[in-house]
């Protein structure tokens, strides 16, 4: 049966290249709709919720287009892949812009970057932008078919730190040690972009669209 993946448009993510990707991995029949509507992302099968830029602008932004309940609904109960900004705005409250409150519906923070980070012996520029490692710390559907840390494509200087450690699915080091991919029932979020990342990203955009949940 063919499925409607609503790609959510708030003016702030990186639109066409996840459109694109999904759209490369969907099955014959799917189709991939770029929407602000929240009557078609609440109706449609799966929905993606990408996002890029500061804290503040992007809640103003999912604000100023009466996104808020449509996005919070579609994370508690359909399969939904959030994509940077689009993980850090479930949580309920980040560091950046002096302190912004985010969405709320998973408890934790969003933490910038410690400076003077170093890896051996060099020190690591914020943000971090390129490819790392992301070890996968159980088992999930999202995850199938890709290899244990493998490589995908971050560009970011804050991080999530959920209250709750379990909902930690993915783990990567740059300096410290955070979570870079998130699970939970029907929700699956990631710091990188696996729009971007080339067979790893693409394998898991596959797997989102035949999850099921």
Request: hydrophobic share 40%; charged share 20%; glycine share 10%.
């Amino acid at each position: 049966m063919s499925k409607v993946i609503a790609v959510i448009d708030y003016g702030m993510g990186n639109l066409r290249s996840v459109s694109k990707a999904v759209e490369h991995v969907a099955a014959s029949g799917d189709r991939v709709r770029v929407t602000d509507d929240p009557a078609l992302i609440l109706s449609a099968d799966r929905v993606v919720f990408p996002g890029q830029g500061a804290a503040r602008d992007c809640m103003a932004a999912i604000s100023d287009h009466h996104l808020n309940r449509a996005v919070l609904e579609a994370a508690r109960t359909k399969p939904f892949l959030g994509i940077c900004m689009g993980l850090q705005v479930l949580m309920g409250f980040s560091e950046e812009n002096g302190g912004t409150g985010l969405l709320g519906l998973l408890e934790g923070d969003v933490r910038r970057f410690p400076s003077g980070m170093e890896h051996a012996g060099q020190r690591l520029k914020i943000p971090q932008m390129g490819w790392n490692q992301v070890h996968q710390t159980v088992e999930h559907p999202l995850w199938a078919g890709i290899p244990q840390d493998s490589r995908f494509y971050f560009v970011h200087s804050y991080y999530v730190a959920p209250k709750q450690l379990e909902l930690a699915s993915g783990t990567t080091d740059y300096g410290i040690s955070f979570t870079s991919a998130i699970a939970r029932d029907n929700l699956f979020a990631t710091q990188f972009h696996p729009e971007k990342s080339a067979d790893a990203g693409l394998k898991l955009l596959e797997n989102f669209v035949r999850w099921d949940v």
